[in-house]
């Protein structure tokens, strides 16, 4: 059964948080009639009567109120942001699984961008852009008691509320173009700096770095020219809209000293017409000064909107037993994300529990696009692939990732200790565990012998491990948890004769535990350690069959104690 949209459902429940939100907003509104309904009863009524009396009670009848307003305006504040909080956990989790997913399907897609997105759509609706919102709708009440006092108050007030209300209209056409295109720009420079920083060993050793800086440069002063011609353009409106605001409160006390002084209205109501109105723009005037944040909530809404509408939320799936490790493939054809040609097709093989099978063949041919496929990365244009009878889209990922042991050609290892990554960063891991994993890939001794052991801190990317270090901790992190099917991509590519024997001796001890064990490698050494060899070539599968049918080579009856580098592409 589909479960809601986490998106729609984090809205609603925030609606009913703004539904309390705009309740304590009329209250706080109404407590805004506290200043000038006092200035009006000093001016009109104390000063006339000279009662001290009156003054010290309506002063501190005025002094409760304006305390309950405090309070309202407390209360309302923590509301928003508790409401925030709740916003962000009811989406955060379902919005990384949809960035991760995106990201899969169109690797320069950008969308991790989408994560601050979050932040910045929380930022809008705990923070000053939502109270002036809500705060909007008052001005015509404002302005309504400006009429009361007199029509000629009322057309002056309304006359600057109306010029605020354009200036903020304009300053939404003149900024929103660029606004979006200086977003485009500098999400984009982001991009390329993250994605150049990942190898900056390659940058320093071949002198690419003050070619690269330029070019990241005029992308990041695009984004700089367009956010400040936004900024300038805001700017003068913000000024305008100052000078405006302040303009109207001349006039206003003008307007009102002309009518007191041709007995059309008492002092009090001068001073009271005054505030009434910079009550009636202050509202307007915030929007004015929050738009810029408005149209980046704005544009965060969009882009949440979309992804949770293009990445629909998974069905929940039966709960499968674990797999012994049967896999079946069947007319397997893969498409790579943002493409419309196949990389593969029309490969069909099976691998049994017990048994290693080798994918050999030259590079291009497709190896590391069926390991891919194989791992539920990327899903079958056609065909399937079935674990223990089940398609792989039938489990659910997180449970399938838990039987399944894969190290990638380029292995990735995350900022944490060296025990995490092993343990795939699962919350609670049990050391014994780790251990065993670590003991299994033969990389105990290697890890004891690091600054910290298994508490030794990787780092972003693992550049102060060698890259024989990294490939032997991404196989022990592939053996955590004792999966049933394990798949390797050039397991030995930089390993040396010592890393190479424990591999050796560790994937005949896997195949007499009964685990099933695909690898691809270019090395006769290893290739001899598998019952069946798959060649592939040009994205389709040329052979299947026993090792040493397939390859005409005996296969090996123990492990190899030094590599062999022979090729077999």
């Known amino acids: 059964m589909t479960t809601q949209n986490p998106f729609n459902s984090a809205l609603k429940t925030y609606r009913t948080i703004l539904v309390a939100t705009i309740t304590f907003s009329v209250a706080i509104n109404l407590l805004m009639f506290v200043s000038p309904i006092y200035m009006l009863q000093v001016y009109d009524r104390v000063l006339h009567s000279r009662s001290e009396t009156t003054l010290i009670m309506i002063t501190l009848i005025a002094l409760a109120l304006l305390g309950i307003y405090a309070i309202l305006e407390?209360?309302?504040?923590?509301?928003?942001?508790?409401?925030?909080?709740?916003?962000?956990?009811?989406?955060?989790?379902?919005?990384?699984?949809?960035?991760?997913?995106?990201?899969?399907?169109?690797?320069?897609?950008?969308?991790?961008?989408?994560?601050?997105?979050?932040?910045?759509?929380?930022?809008?609706?705990?923070?000053?852009?939502?109270?002036?919102?809500?705060?909007?709708?008052?001005?015509?009440?404002?302005?309504?008691?400006?009429?009361?006092?007199?029509?000629?108050?009322?057309?002056?007030?309304?006359?600057?509320?109306?010029?605020?209300?354009?200036?903020?209209?304009?300053?939404?056409?003149?900024?929103?173009?660029?606004?979006?295109?200086?977003?485009?720009?500098?999400?984009?420079?982001?991009?390329?700096?993250?994605?150049?920083?990942?190898?900056?060993?390659?940058?320093?050793?071949?002198?690419?770095?003050?070619?690269?800086?330029?070019?990241?440069?005029?992308?990041?002063?695009?984004?700089?020219?367009?956010?400040?011609?936004?900024?300038?353009?805001?700017?003068?409106?913000?000024?305008?809209?100052?000078?405006?605001?302040?303009?109207?409160?001349?006039?206003?006390?003008?307007?009102?000293?002309?009518?007191?002084?041709?007995?059309?209205?008492?002092?009090?109501?001068?001073?009271?017409?005054?505030?009434?109105?910079?009550?009636?723009?202050?509202?307007?005037?915030?929007?004015?000064?929050?738009?810029?944040?408005?149209?980046?909530?704005?544009?965060?809404?969009?882009?949440?909107?979309?992804?949770?509408?293009?990445?629909?939320?998974?069905?929940?799936?039966?709960?499968?037993?674990?797999?012994?490790?049967?896999?079946?493939?069947?007319?397997?054809?893969?498409?790579?994300?943002?493409?419309?040609?196949?990389?593969?097709?029309?490969?069909?093989?099976?691998?049994?529990?017990?048994?290693?099978?080798?994918?050999?063949?030259?590079?291009?041919?497709?190896?590391?696009?069926?390991?891919?496929?194989?791992?539920?990365?990327?899903?079958?244009?056609?065909?399937?692939?079935?674990?223990?009878?089940?398609?792989?889209?039938?489990?659910?990922?997180?449970t399938l990732g838990q039987h399944m042991g894969y190290l990638p050609q380029t292995v990735e290892l995350f900022n944490g200790t060296v025990a995490e990554n092993i343990s795939r960063f699962v919350p609670g891991a049990r050391d014994e565990d780790v251990l065993a994993a670590a003991q299994q890939a033969r990389v105990h001794q290697m890890i004891q012998s690091l600054p910290d052991g298994y508490n030794t801190q990787i780092g972003v990317g693992g550049r102060s491990l060698s890259g024989g270090q990294r490939q032997r901790i991404g196989f022990a992190r592939a053996l955590y948890g004792n999966p049933s099917l394990i798949i390797l991509d050039e397991p030995n590519a930089n390993l040396d004769s010592e890393g190479e024997e424990a591999l050796f001796q560790t994937i005949n001890e896997l195949k007499a535990k009964g685990k099933t064990i695909l690898f691809v490698s270019h090395k006769m050494s290893l290739v001899s350690l598998a019952e069946k060899a798959l060649i592939l070539a040009d994205g389709r599968m040329r052979s299947f069959g026993p090792t040493q049918d397939v390859l005409k080579i005996k296969p090996a009856l123990k492990p190899v104690q030094s590599a062999e580098t022979r090729s077999i592409a």
């Open 74 to 398: 407390w209360v309302r504040s923590r509301v928003l942001v508790r409401a925030g909080l709740r916003f962000d956990e009811m989406i955060a989790k379902a919005l990384f699984n949809r960035v991760v997913t995106t990201t899969i399907r169109q690797p320069n897609g950008k969308s991790e961008f989408i994560l601050s997105d979050v932040d910045r759509l929380r930022e809008f609706l705990t923070g000053a852009g939502l109270i002036a919102l809500c705060d909007v709708p008052w001005v015509p009440v404002f302005l309504f008691v400006c009429f009361m006092f007199h029509p000629l108050v009322g057309y002056v007030a309304l006359g600057g509320a109306l010029v605020a209300l354009a200036l903020a209209l304009a300053n939404e056409f003149m900024t929103k173009k660029t606004l979006n295109e200086a977003s485009g720009l500098g999400q984009t420079a982001q991009h390329f700096a993250n994605t150049t920083l990942q190898n900056v060993e390659a940058i320093r050793a071949l002198g690419m770095e003050t070619s690269l800086r330029g070019r990241w440069h005029d992308m990041h002063r695009g984004m700089l020219e367009k956010q400040a011609l936004a900024s300038d353009r805001a700017g003068a409106i913000q000024s305008l809209s100052k000078f405006v605001r302040m303009g109207l409160q001349t006039a206003i006390l003008g307007v009102g000293a002309y009518l007191v002084l041709e007995g059309e209205i008492s002092p009090g109501s001068m001073i009271a017409c005054s505030i009434l109105m910079g009550r009636a723009l202050q509202p307007v005037d915030q929007v004015v000064g929050q738009w810029k944040q408005f149209v980046g909530a704005r544009q965060a809404y969009g882009r949440l909107s979309q992804l949770f509408r293009q990445v629909p939320e998974e069905e929940d799936k039966t709960a499968l037993p674990k797999p012994t490790g049967q896999l079946s493939v069947n007319g397997l054809a893969v498409v790579p994300p943002g493409s419309r040609s196949a990389l593969l097709q029309g490969v069909s093989f099976e691998a049994v529990p017990g048994e290693a099978v080798a994918l050999v063949g030259p590079s291009g041919a497709g190896k590391s696009s069926l390991m891919r496929a194989l791992v539920g990365i990327w899903p079958p244009a056609a065909g399937s692939i079935r674990l223990d009878g089940a398609e792989l889209q039938h489990w659910d990922p997180d």
